[in-house]
Protein backbone atom coordinates (compact mmCIF):
# COMPACT_ATOMS: atom_id res chain seq x y z
CA UNK A 1 0.00 0.00 0.00
CA UNK A 2 0.61 3.57 -0.44
CA UNK A 3 -0.73 5.89 2.22
CA UNK A 4 -0.68 9.30 3.59
CA UNK A 5 -0.13 10.20 7.31
CA UNK A 6 -0.60 13.26 8.37
CA UNK A 7 0.77 14.46 11.55
CA UNK A 8 3.14 11.89 10.97
CA UNK A 9 6.10 13.93 12.88
CA UNK A 10 3.42 13.25 16.17
CA UNK A 11 3.29 11.13 18.59
CA UNK A 12 1.08 9.07 17.33
CA UNK A 13 1.56 9.76 14.03
CA UNK A 14 5.21 8.79 13.85
CA UNK A 15 4.41 5.25 15.67
CA UNK A 16 2.43 4.78 13.33
CA UNK A 17 3.86 5.48 10.26
CA UNK A 18 6.69 3.20 12.00
CA UNK A 19 4.10 0.45 11.30
CA UNK A 20 3.66 0.91 8.20
CA UNK A 21 6.73 0.84 7.28
CA UNK A 22 7.45 -2.39 9.31
CA UNK A 23 4.54 -3.97 7.28
CA UNK A 24 6.55 -3.35 4.00
CA UNK A 25 4.51 -0.40 2.68
CA UNK A 26 5.13 3.24 1.75
CA UNK A 27 4.55 6.09 3.88
CA UNK A 28 4.10 9.57 2.93
CA UNK A 29 4.21 11.89 5.54
CA UNK A 30 2.99 15.46 6.48
CA UNK A 31 2.99 17.47 9.42
CA UNK A 32 3.05 21.28 10.23
CA UNK A 33 4.98 20.58 13.13
CA UNK A 34 2.91 22.65 15.32
CA UNK A 35 3.24 20.30 18.10
CA UNK A 36 4.81 17.46 15.84
CA UNK A 37 9.04 17.06 16.22
CA UNK A 38 11.25 16.18 13.44
CA UNK A 39 12.77 13.99 15.66
CA UNK A 40 10.23 11.63 15.80
CA UNK A 41 11.06 10.43 12.35
CA UNK A 42 14.53 11.16 12.11
CA UNK A 43 15.05 7.54 12.32
CA UNK A 44 12.55 7.04 8.84
CA UNK A 45 14.72 10.17 7.07
CA UNK A 46 16.29 8.68 3.99
CA UNK A 47 14.00 5.15 4.22
CA UNK A 48 13.64 4.38 0.89
CA UNK A 49 9.89 3.75 1.31
CA UNK A 50 9.22 6.81 3.24
CA UNK A 51 8.76 10.35 2.57
CA UNK A 52 8.25 13.47 4.62
CA UNK A 53 6.50 17.14 3.80
CA UNK A 54 6.00 19.81 6.06
CA UNK A 55 2.44 20.78 5.28
CA UNK A 56 -0.51 22.53 6.85
CA UNK A 57 -3.39 19.91 5.73
CA UNK A 58 -5.72 22.39 6.80
CA UNK A 59 -4.78 24.12 3.19
CA UNK A 60 -4.98 22.61 -0.05
CA UNK A 61 -3.22 19.30 0.14
CA UNK A 62 -1.41 17.70 -3.11
CA UNK A 63 -0.12 14.87 -3.15
CA UNK A 64 1.45 12.90 -6.92
CA UNK A 65 0.54 9.67 -7.40
CA UNK A 66 -1.83 7.00 -6.47
CA UNK A 67 -2.64 6.50 -2.60
CA UNK A 68 -4.32 3.01 -1.32
CA UNK A 69 -5.18 5.00 2.14
CA UNK A 70 -5.56 8.49 3.98
CA UNK A 71 -4.92 8.18 7.88
CA UNK A 72 -5.88 11.60 9.73
CA UNK A 73 -3.88 11.74 12.41
CA UNK A 74 -2.79 15.86 12.32
CA UNK A 75 -4.54 18.02 15.39
CA UNK A 76 -3.08 19.19 18.46
CA UNK A 77 -3.96 17.06 21.21
CA UNK A 78 -3.17 17.40 24.37
CA UNK A 79 -5.87 20.08 26.48
CA UNK A 80 -2.62 22.39 27.08
CA UNK A 81 -1.68 22.77 23.22
CA UNK A 82 -5.62 22.91 22.09
CA UNK A 83 -6.28 25.77 24.50
CA UNK A 84 -2.33 27.36 23.19
CA UNK A 85 -3.57 26.80 19.63
CA UNK A 86 -7.47 26.71 19.08
CA UNK A 87 -8.13 28.01 15.78
CA UNK A 88 -5.77 25.65 14.43
CA UNK A 89 -7.19 22.81 16.15
CA UNK A 90 -10.48 24.07 14.84
CA UNK A 91 -9.34 24.13 11.41
CA UNK A 92 -7.38 21.19 10.99
CA UNK A 93 -10.18 18.94 12.39
CA UNK A 94 -12.54 20.79 10.05
CA UNK A 95 -10.81 22.35 6.88
CA UNK A 96 -8.19 19.29 7.27
CA UNK A 97 -10.60 16.83 7.83
CA UNK A 98 -12.20 18.18 4.53
CA UNK A 99 -9.58 17.91 2.24
CA UNK A 100 -8.08 14.78 3.15
CA UNK A 101 -11.42 13.19 2.99
CA UNK A 102 -11.48 15.01 -1.06
CA UNK A 103 -7.88 13.88 -1.44
CA UNK A 104 -8.68 10.03 -0.53
CA UNK A 105 -11.96 10.48 -3.06
CA UNK A 106 -9.96 11.53 -5.57
CA UNK A 107 -7.59 8.87 -5.23
CA UNK A 108 -9.76 6.07 -4.69
CA UNK A 109 -8.60 5.57 -0.94
CA UNK A 110 -9.59 3.96 2.29
CA UNK A 111 -9.84 6.86 5.20
CA UNK A 112 -9.37 6.35 8.58
CA UNK A 113 -9.91 9.36 10.95
CA UNK A 114 -8.54 9.72 14.55
CA UNK A 115 -11.21 10.84 16.42
CA UNK A 116 -11.03 10.86 20.07
CA UNK A 117 -13.08 9.92 23.71
CA UNK A 118 -13.55 13.74 24.04
CA UNK A 119 -16.20 13.78 21.67
CA UNK A 120 -17.81 11.78 24.84
CA UNK A 121 -17.19 15.16 26.96
CA UNK A 122 -18.29 14.88 30.22
CA UNK A 123 -19.43 11.50 29.92
CA UNK A 124 -22.72 11.01 32.00
CA UNK A 125 -22.31 6.88 32.04
CA UNK A 126 -19.71 5.30 32.41
CA UNK A 127 -17.72 2.97 30.61
CA UNK A 128 -18.87 4.93 27.33
CA UNK A 129 -19.49 2.81 24.34
CA UNK A 130 -19.84 3.95 20.61
CA UNK A 131 -23.56 4.30 20.67
CA UNK A 132 -23.33 7.30 23.73
CA UNK A 133 -24.15 10.81 21.58
CA UNK A 134 -21.36 12.35 24.71
CA UNK A 135 -22.16 15.94 26.92
CA UNK A 136 -19.63 18.31 25.11
CA UNK A 137 -19.59 22.26 26.06
CA UNK A 138 -19.56 23.61 22.99
CA UNK A 139 -18.44 27.03 23.77
CA UNK A 140 -16.31 25.84 27.01
CA UNK A 141 -12.43 25.77 26.30
CA UNK A 142 -12.33 21.98 25.34
CA UNK A 143 -15.04 22.90 22.81
CA UNK A 144 -11.90 23.55 20.32
CA UNK A 145 -11.13 20.25 19.96
CA UNK A 146 -14.33 18.38 20.64
CA UNK A 147 -16.45 19.78 18.29
CA UNK A 148 -13.72 19.89 15.53
CA UNK A 149 -13.63 15.78 16.91
CA UNK A 150 -17.54 16.09 16.01
CA UNK A 151 -17.51 18.13 13.01
CA UNK A 152 -14.82 15.61 11.73
CA UNK A 153 -16.47 12.18 12.34
CA UNK A 154 -20.16 13.97 10.91
CA UNK A 155 -17.98 14.60 8.01
CA UNK A 156 -16.42 11.54 7.16
CA UNK A 157 -19.90 9.41 7.21
CA UNK A 158 -21.15 12.31 4.93
CA UNK A 159 -18.24 10.83 2.56
CA UNK A 160 -19.11 7.18 3.61
CA UNK A 161 -22.55 7.84 2.71
CA UNK A 162 -23.22 10.54 -0.20
CA UNK A 163 -19.64 9.21 -1.76
CA UNK A 164 -19.38 5.63 -1.20
CA UNK A 165 -16.27 6.29 0.36
CA UNK A 166 -14.54 3.49 2.84
CA UNK A 167 -13.99 5.28 5.47
CA UNK A 168 -13.33 4.10 9.34
CA UNK A 169 -13.43 6.09 12.64
CA UNK A 170 -11.22 4.75 15.57
CA UNK A 171 -11.60 7.20 18.92
CA UNK A 172 -8.97 7.13 21.04
CA UNK A 173 -8.74 7.17 24.67
CA UNK A 174 -5.88 8.44 27.03
CA UNK A 175 -2.43 6.73 25.09
CA UNK A 176 1.04 7.43 26.40
CA UNK A 177 4.71 6.25 25.47
CA UNK A 178 7.84 6.88 24.20
CA UNK A 179 7.29 9.99 21.60
CA UNK A 180 4.93 11.95 24.47
CA UNK A 181 6.89 15.47 24.35
CA UNK A 182 8.07 16.30 28.13
CA UNK A 183 6.10 19.33 28.26
CA UNK A 184 2.84 19.32 26.42
CA UNK A 185 0.83 19.55 29.84
CA UNK A 186 -0.71 16.04 29.77
CA UNK A 187 -1.23 14.07 33.02
CA UNK A 188 1.51 11.35 32.01
CA UNK A 189 4.89 13.30 30.80
CA UNK A 190 4.17 15.94 33.55
CA UNK A 191 3.89 13.26 36.61
CA UNK A 192 6.85 11.14 35.17
CA UNK A 193 8.99 14.45 34.41
CA UNK A 194 7.96 15.98 38.34
CA UNK A 195 8.59 11.98 39.78
CA UNK A 196 11.97 12.09 37.53
CA UNK A 197 12.86 15.62 39.02
CA UNK A 198 11.90 14.82 42.59
CA UNK A 199 9.10 18.22 41.76
CA UNK A 200 6.31 17.67 43.76
CA UNK A 201 3.81 15.34 41.55
CA UNK A 202 0.81 17.90 40.84
CA UNK A 203 -2.83 16.27 41.37
CA UNK A 204 -6.03 18.33 39.84
CA UNK A 205 -8.65 19.07 42.38
CA UNK A 206 -8.98 15.74 44.92
CA UNK A 207 -7.49 13.36 42.51
CA UNK A 208 -10.57 11.58 42.16
CA UNK A 209 -11.13 12.12 38.87
CA UNK A 210 -10.75 9.07 36.71
CA UNK A 211 -8.95 8.22 33.80
CA UNK A 212 -7.84 4.55 31.60
CA UNK A 213 -4.14 4.75 29.95
CA UNK A 214 -3.60 2.74 27.37
CA UNK A 215 0.20 1.60 26.06
CA UNK A 216 0.90 3.18 22.37
CA UNK A 217 1.84 -0.28 20.97
CA UNK A 218 -1.96 -1.31 21.49
CA UNK A 219 -3.70 1.34 19.96
CA UNK A 220 -1.29 1.03 16.94
CA UNK A 221 -2.32 -2.44 17.01
CA UNK A 222 -5.96 -1.54 17.07
CA UNK A 223 -5.92 1.08 14.57
CA UNK A 224 -4.13 -1.33 12.22
CA UNK A 225 -6.79 -4.02 12.82
CA UNK A 226 -9.62 -1.17 11.81
CA UNK A 227 -7.93 -0.13 8.77
CA UNK A 228 -8.13 -3.70 7.47
CA UNK A 229 -11.70 -3.98 8.89
CA UNK A 230 -15.45 -4.16 7.51
CA UNK A 231 -16.51 -2.01 10.57
CA UNK A 232 -17.62 1.43 8.85
CA UNK A 233 -19.06 3.13 12.26
CA UNK A 234 -16.69 5.04 15.07
CA UNK A 235 -14.55 2.05 17.62
CA UNK A 236 -13.41 2.88 20.78
CA UNK A 237 -9.52 1.70 21.18
CA UNK A 238 -8.52 2.37 25.03
CA UNK A 239 -7.43 0.63 27.73
CA UNK A 240 -10.72 -0.43 30.17
CA UNK A 241 -8.60 -0.45 33.28
CA UNK A 242 -9.70 2.92 35.21
CA UNK A 243 -7.80 4.78 38.26
CA UNK A 244 -8.20 7.56 39.71
CA UNK A 245 -5.80 10.37 38.83
CA UNK A 246 -4.38 10.22 42.71
CA UNK A 247 -4.01 6.43 42.13
CA UNK A 248 -2.55 6.98 39.18
CA UNK A 249 0.49 9.78 40.63
CA UNK A 250 1.31 6.85 42.67
CA UNK A 251 2.14 4.42 40.36
CA UNK A 252 4.26 6.87 38.70
CA UNK A 253 5.95 7.61 42.11
CA UNK A 254 6.25 3.76 42.95
CA UNK A 255 7.67 2.85 39.24
CA UNK A 256 9.78 5.65 38.82
CA UNK A 257 11.51 5.51 42.45
CA UNK A 258 10.85 9.00 43.01
CA UNK A 259 11.27 10.58 46.47
CA UNK A 260 8.63 13.51 45.41
CA UNK A 261 6.11 14.18 47.35
CA UNK A 262 2.09 14.15 46.03
CA UNK A 263 0.39 17.98 46.05
CA UNK A 264 -3.09 18.83 44.92
CA UNK A 265 -3.45 22.04 43.36
CA UNK A 266 -6.55 23.70 42.09
CA UNK A 267 -5.67 26.08 38.65
CA UNK A 268 -7.56 28.64 38.01
CA UNK A 269 -7.49 28.34 34.78
CA UNK A 270 -8.70 26.41 31.58
CA UNK A 271 -6.95 23.38 32.28
CA UNK A 272 -9.66 22.37 34.69
CA UNK A 273 -12.88 23.88 33.18
CA UNK A 274 -14.83 20.83 31.56
CA UNK A 275 -12.25 18.37 32.44
CA UNK A 276 -14.18 14.90 32.31
CA UNK A 277 -15.05 13.80 36.03
CA UNK A 278 -14.63 9.92 34.64
CA UNK A 279 -13.63 7.93 31.35
CA UNK A 280 -13.33 4.67 30.70
CA UNK A 281 -14.02 2.94 27.57
CA UNK A 282 -16.68 -0.01 26.88
CA UNK A 283 -14.47 -1.88 24.36
CA UNK A 284 -16.80 -4.58 23.51
CA UNK A 285 -17.02 -3.76 19.95
CA UNK A 286 -13.36 -3.90 19.59
CA UNK A 287 -13.01 -7.09 20.95
CA UNK A 288 -16.05 -8.51 18.69
CA UNK A 289 -15.15 -6.15 15.18
CA UNK A 290 -11.86 -6.40 15.52
CA UNK A 291 -10.73 -9.19 17.94
CA UNK A 292 -8.50 -6.58 19.98
CA UNK A 293 -8.22 -6.01 23.63
CA UNK A 294 -5.03 -4.61 25.19
CA UNK A 295 -1.68 -6.24 26.06
CA UNK A 296 0.50 -4.15 28.08
CA UNK A 297 -0.54 -3.10 31.66
CA UNK A 298 0.40 0.14 32.98
CA UNK A 299 3.74 -1.54 35.26
CA UNK A 300 5.20 -2.68 31.68
CA UNK A 301 3.65 0.64 29.83
CA UNK A 302 4.85 2.87 32.28
CA UNK A 303 8.44 1.44 32.93
CA UNK A 304 9.13 1.67 29.20
CA UNK A 305 7.63 4.90 28.79
CA UNK A 306 9.62 6.35 32.52
CA UNK A 307 12.96 4.89 30.43
CA UNK A 308 12.21 7.22 27.79
CA UNK A 309 11.96 10.32 29.26
CA UNK A 310 14.73 9.51 31.73
CA UNK A 311 17.30 10.05 28.98
CA UNK A 312 15.46 13.32 28.62
CA UNK A 313 14.88 15.17 31.71
N1 LIG B 1 -4.00 16.28 35.61
C1 LIG B 1 -3.46 16.43 36.87
N2 LIG B 1 -2.20 16.97 36.98
C2 LIG B 1 -1.44 17.35 35.93
C3 LIG B 1 -1.99 17.19 34.63
C4 LIG B 1 -3.27 16.66 34.50
O1 LIG B 1 -4.10 16.09 37.88
O2 LIG B 1 -0.31 17.82 36.13
C5 LIG B 1 -5.33 15.68 35.47
C6 LIG B 1 -6.32 16.44 34.60
O3 LIG B 1 -7.01 17.42 35.35
C7 LIG B 1 -7.24 15.33 34.11
C8 LIG B 1 -6.31 14.12 34.01
O4 LIG B 1 -5.16 14.43 34.80
O5 LIG B 1 -8.25 15.06 35.06
C9 LIG B 1 -5.85 13.80 32.59
O6 LIG B 1 -5.39 14.99 32.00
P1 LIG B 1 -4.64 15.03 30.58
O7 LIG B 1 -4.20 16.45 30.40
O8 LIG B 1 -3.60 13.99 30.53
O9 LIG B 1 -5.67 14.66 29.44
P2 LIG B 1 -7.27 14.53 29.28
O10 LIG B 1 -7.55 13.13 29.65
O11 LIG B 1 -7.96 15.51 30.20
O12 LIG B 1 -7.47 14.83 27.86
Known amino acids: MRVLITGAAGFLGSHLSDRFIAEGHEVIGMDNLITGNMDNIAHLMGHERFSFFEQDVSNYIYVAGPLDAVLHFASPASPNDYLEHPIPTLKVGSLGTHNTLGLAKAKGARYLLASTSEVYGDPQINPQPETYWGHVNPIGPRGVYDEAKRFAEAMTLAYQRYHGLETRIVRIFN ?15 NFI ?12 GDGSR ?20 DEKLPVNIGNPVEMTILEFAEAVKEISRSESEIVFIHPKDDRITDDPKVRR ?3 N ?21 IAYFRGRV
Do not use: C
Not at 210 to 229: A, C, K, V
Not at 292 to 298: A, S, T, V, Y
Open 175 to 189: TYGPRMRLHDGRVVP
Open 285 to 305: KARQVLGWEPKINLAEGLTET
Open 210 to 229: TRSFQYYSDLIEGIYRLLHS
Open 281 to 283: PDI
Open 193 to 204: YQALTNQPITVY
